[in-house]
């Protein structure tokens, strides 16, 4: 039997980016909460400091800041006809644990989601016909616009330090931004990141081409900044150990360094650590949740009664929580009704290698999770698809993001795995090699979804969440398209005497790394029968529990997702404080 | 940082013939003492936690092909891969602590990854003794006493799943071997390998250097500074007492 703790106004699951400003916010209007976080408290001081944070084994190989895949993974199959099985040790992505979450081993490439990544269904309806749509594809409208949006997309530039050159200032266009950037209602408050060579030279290349590259939007500071909080950022000091790693300088945003100081000094704001929450408990109705179950640290269960329960886990770990609580209905790829589990993504991700003479030294160490050149030519609707036949795009780049040669040693095709041959190609090429990275949209079809696995369970006993997932068809041919287009940009690049362009192939595989942006299952929507949420993440069917993060998505944008996760989360609460607390119930009648 | 003389080709070669203990694991098994210069490190650095002795030498012969030493430098034996797996493997990660081992355990696809119930140390020692019984039975000796070609062969062989191992699928213990010595050539110091930092310096990669602030505009500038180890750095925010009086 669970014991029983004190009740609470506010229970929030996970310690990552929504938690902490949903959590901040709710504290300072006055609301008692807590969150609850699965993992230890860690803080860039000490326990990001370096040298020994500078530690690939640790951090990249043995998963210091990941999830524990032992105790709890996805099951995964590619199709309803295959048994899904447990993924045993983490290669697809990295989700994230501990105080906060993947917001502190991320990247910090940072991008607002396009205005036409909101309206995609019926924008591409209008423009080009239903026919563009495979019959398979299940994209849907978002219920918010990105001029709703835009407010609360300025706000966390301004909390995260954002770095970068704006391209569109108030519909105005901006010399030396990007001109495909949806329009943004003030500058990024910190210049853009210096240039290394390989991006120099991507950009070159591909201006050369006609194409319109630009320095890549960043959450790394780049100089010293107080945030919208008070709180001191200071400069990137290109140490190229982001992506995987905590920053030791304070110049990476998360949400120890840009919010979590402040909301800890509000008496009314609790973290709480080594909880790991079980489910959401609901009245016998179903239509109201009465509190939370976590094991705290030492394994025992409590009970936490809470007025309003907000789901601020990894994406798709909401959607798991969702499902173990009984919570909305589970989707069914076969009937096609149900909503939670529904429209999962990932990113439609793909590269073009290229080796370099050897007089040119790129100096692959010299970088920052979020440095590039990119271009967004090929994005969202930026150019004509109907000769095309596919929805989405991509954007290009080359970003340097580590140099750290465990990971990074690259070599062309044909070297063998190993021996002397292998090492004189290591030596040779590891500082004349770059690859263009793509990252593209990727877009829901109806046999791709999450559910509870039949068989396999986590440490606590509980079902995994299982996936079920295959690229689409359409999303082949965008692969296809948008590599050919990198590889062009690759031999046109000084110096590069090799391309190696790979595009998506089906199956997809859960072997290969290819983003932490897994996103959908607990869509967000106008249509109950086509959504777990409303437009302010209330859940249709218990409207005192709210969803956030990227598991709200219909469909994944090419852009990284956590500027749209920030701002849906400050829209979120920005509805809770003006209407909810006031009057708890259905913000969107149905 | 101290600044320190790059090594010319004929130093390294010459690190290669004498200074880092080869056979080492034998001669600690029947007590010879150590070399004298090496002995203080050497007595904590060489006792082995994971490993007997005979794995070590199989370990040590791997390392010696998947990274030869050559005129480019030490390979992954001479940097210590023997050694920065059997603490590995001596670990919580070899024990499987990121590893979900809840059955039941059935084939699955390719793209659905590690469907084993092997932890990494269960993989590595049962693969090396299928190896040594493999090569005894065809070549009439364990592993590490072939000749370089035969035991190119028999990782040949391992690689394309030819050797049977059953029921460990040899393909599968020769990425992990792989796998191994590759983080055990690349890896911190700190850990065991890359010893003098032979892996960092075979690619030019700086370690755990601090900033490339005033580099990274540089644009194909070579870099030519000395790689930088955990061990050797200062971490920043720890002050030994004597430097306050």
């Known amino acids: ?590 | 940082m101290e600044e320190k003389p790059v090594l010319s080709r004929r130093h390294v070669l010459k690190a290669l013939t004498v200074g880092v203990p080869g056979a080492a694991w034998a001669v600690r098994a029947r007590g010879a003492p150590q070399d004298a210069h090496r002995e203080a490190a050497a007595s904590t650095e060489r006792t082995l936690r994971f490993f007997n002795t005979r794995e070590a030498q199989a370990m040590d012969a791997i390392a010696a092909r998947l990274i030869p030493a050559d005129d480019l430098g030490p390979g992954a034996k001479e940097a210590g891969a023997t050694y920065f797996l059997d603490g590995q493997l001596a670990g919580a990660w070899g024990a499987g602590d990121q590893l979900y081992r809840q059955g039941p355990f059935q084939p699955g696809t390719p793209e659905q990854g590690y469907q084993l119930s092997f932890t990494p140390a269960e993989m590595i020692r049962r693969g090396l003794a299928a190896l040594d019984e493999a090569a005894r039975k065809r070549d009439g000796k364990p592993f590490a006493e072939l000749d370089a070609e035969r035991q190119d062969a028999w990782l040949r062989a391992m690689q394309a799943g030819e050797a049977d191992f059953s029921p460990l699928p040899s393909a599968i213990f020769f990425q992990a071997l792989l796998e191994g010595v590759i983080e055990g050539f690349f890896s911190d110091p700190m850990y065991g390998g890359n010893r003098d930092m032979a892996g960092w310096k075979l690619v030019g990669f700086p370690g755990a250097y601090a900033s490339f602030s005033n580099d990274i505009e540089r644009h194909g500038v070579a870099w030519a500074g000395q790689p930088v180890s955990i061990a050797m750095a200062r971490p920043h925010d720890a002050h030994r007492k004597e430097d306050h009086g």
């Open chain 1, 1 to 590: 039997m669970a014991e029983q703790l004190p009740p609470v106004d506010v229970a929030i699951i996970g310690g990552g980016w929504t938690g902490s400003i949903i959590g901040k916010e709710l504290a300072a209007a006055g609301q008692r909460v807590v969150i609850l976080e699965r993992g230890e408290p860690r803080w860039p001081s000490p326990d990001f400091q370096g040298p020994n944070v500078h530690d690939e084994l640790k951090y990249t190989r043995r998963h210091a800041l990941h999830q524990n895949a032992a105790t709890e993974t996805y099951t995964f199959r590619n199709n309803t006809r295959q048994t899904a099985l447990p993924m045993r040790r983490w290669q697809f992505a990295y989700p994230g644990t501990h105080l906060g979450g993947a917001g502190n081993h991320w990247s910090g490439a940072y991008y607002r989601f396009h205005p036409t990544d909101f309206n995609l269904r019926s924008h591409y309806t209008e423009r080009y016909g239903a026919g563009i749509f495979d019959d398979d594809l299940t994209c849907q409208d978002w219920p918010v616009s990105y001029d709703e949006l835009e407010p609360y997309f300025d706000r966390f530039d301004y909390l995260i330090g954002a770095s970068g050159q704006a391209g569109n200032l108030k519909g105005e266009q901006q010399e030396g931004g990007n001109p495909f950037e949806p329009w943004r209602s003030r500058p990024y408050p910190n210049p853009p990141m210096k240039v290394p060579y390989a991006p120099a030279l991507f950009g070159e290349a591909a201006r050369s081409l006609g194409y319109h590259p630009y320095v890549q939007p960043s959450a790394l500071a780049t100089r010293p900044y107080v945030n919208s909080e008070g709180l001191h950022m200071s400069a990137c000091v290109y140490c190229g150990f982001c992506s995987n790693f905590g920053c030791e300088h304070f110049a990476k945003a998360s949400p120890q360094v840009c919010i979590l100081p402040v909301a800890m000094k509000m008496d009314n704001f609790e973290i709480r650590t080594g909880a790991h929450v079980l489910r959401v408990e609901l009245s016998p109705d179903k239509k109201r949740a009465t509190g939370v179950t976590y094991v705290d640290a030492a394994g025992n269960e409590r009970f936490q009664p809470a007025d309003t329960v907000v789901l601020c886990a990894f994406s798709i770990n909401n959607v798991r929580l969702l499902l173990l609580s009984g919570i909305g209905k589970p989707y069914d790829p076969e009937t096609d009704t149900g909503v939670v589990g529904r429209n999962y993504t990932h990113q439609t991700t793909s590269g073009v290698n290229l080796f370099f003479d050897e007089s040119v030294n790129i100096n692959p160490f010299m970088g920052a999770g979020a440095v590039a050149v990119t271009m967004d030519d090929f994005c969202a609707d930026n150019f004509d698809h109907g000769p095309h036949g596919f929805v989405g795009g991509g954007y290009l780049q080359i970003q340097v993001v580590s140099g750290a040669p465990i990971g990074y040693h690259p070599t062309p095709k044909g070297t063998p795995a190993w021996g002397p041959e292998w090492k004189r190609a290591v030596r040779r090429y590891y500082n004349h090699s770059a690859s263009i990275t793509i990252t593209g949209s990727a877009q829901p079809t109806r046999g791709g979804y999450l559910s509870l696995d039949p068989t396999y369970q986590d440490a606590w006993g509980q079902p995994l969440l299982r996936i079920t997932y295959d690229l689409p068809d359409n999303d082949i041919r965008m692969s296809a398209f948008l590599t050919a287009k990198g590889d062009e940009i690759g031999k046109a690049m000084k110096g590069v005497v090799r391309t190696e362009p790979g595009p998506r192939k089906r199956p997809f595989s859960a072997t290969a790394y290819q983003s932490t942006h897994l996103t959908g299952g607990a869509a967000m929507g106008d249509d109950p029968s086509t959504s777990v949420v409303n437009r302010y993440g209330q859940v249709w069917d218990v409207p005192n529990v709210f969803v956030t993060g990227a598991s709200l998505f219909p469909q994944n944008s090419c852009f990284n997702p956590t500027g749209t996760v920030g701002a849906t989360a400050y829209w979120i609460v920005d509805k809770i404080k003006a209407d909810y607390l006031r009057s708890p119930g259905p913000l969107v009648s149905t």
